[in-house]
């Protein structure tokens, strides 16, 4: 994480302006709607959220959503899981989705397919900062605060691993970058390689004692001779040896030369 305070990147004035100029564009388009329904997807846009609908001068009521992308955790392969609804039916409702930020685009456009298969009487999105160069797929705007270049920003709502969030500007931070576990991994085994290496080729100096293996071997299993009948618990205990007399083959044995040679 940053230890430095995030550089602004834009103003809490500019955003209070924006925020403000929004409101009397939105005002004015649902005029004639007697609820407008904000839906503010959790969490970044909650305080986005927020000071648009203490500005704005029509009925309206506010809902959430929470959803989920899969990624590494500052890229993310498109997949997207719900993981919280809307708590009443939009059918029929004029819906304004909320959003903090719009970068590859992939949630924005799941969340509009989402909402728009409950038949609202109107779907439309506001989104507070939108980067154009990390657009992946295409994604509504109909109402848009800034475009910002192609970096790791915080503040008003938006966060870097939960911190900065409520910050009153929008900043710009450096993200570390984490270690590759596989390749840590690989690393990691060819330094041990190494050293078992080198520990073997060090010469002893004259009269030091002789190292212990580094993977001592474990003795070798007793022999167990073959006999005319299998061995007794005496002759696994004791070790003795001895063979079966050379004219007379072991059981086992004489018992598969009689038998004939199976087809093939």
Known sequence: MPDAMPEVLISEEQIQAKTAELARRISSDYREVDDLILVGVLK??????ADLARRLTIPRSIDFMA????????AT??????IMDLRRNIAGRHVLVVEDIVDTGYTLAYL???LAARQPASLKTCVLVHKPDRRKVYAQIDYLGFEI??????GCGL???????????????KPVPTPDPISDFGFRIS??????????????RPGSPAPLPLFPSAPPPPVIPLTDGPPTAADIGSGRTGS???SQAPRGLAFFRSRPPARR
């Open 67 to 74: 959803l989920s992308t899969y990624g590494d955790g500052t």
């Open 244 to 246: 079966s007399p050379p």
């Open 44 to 49: 970044g846009s909650f305080i986005f959220l």
């Open 112 to 114: 509009v397919r989402n």
């Open 149 to 154: 270049p192609d970096v790791w920003v915080v």
């Open 191 to 204: 330094n041990f390689e190494f050293a078992v290496k080198r520990a073997g080729s060090i010469a002893l």
């Open 77 to 82: 392969d498109g997949a997207v899981r719900m």
């Open 159 to 173: 966060d870097w691993a939960e911190k900065f969030r409520a910050l009153p500007y929008i900043g710009v931070v």
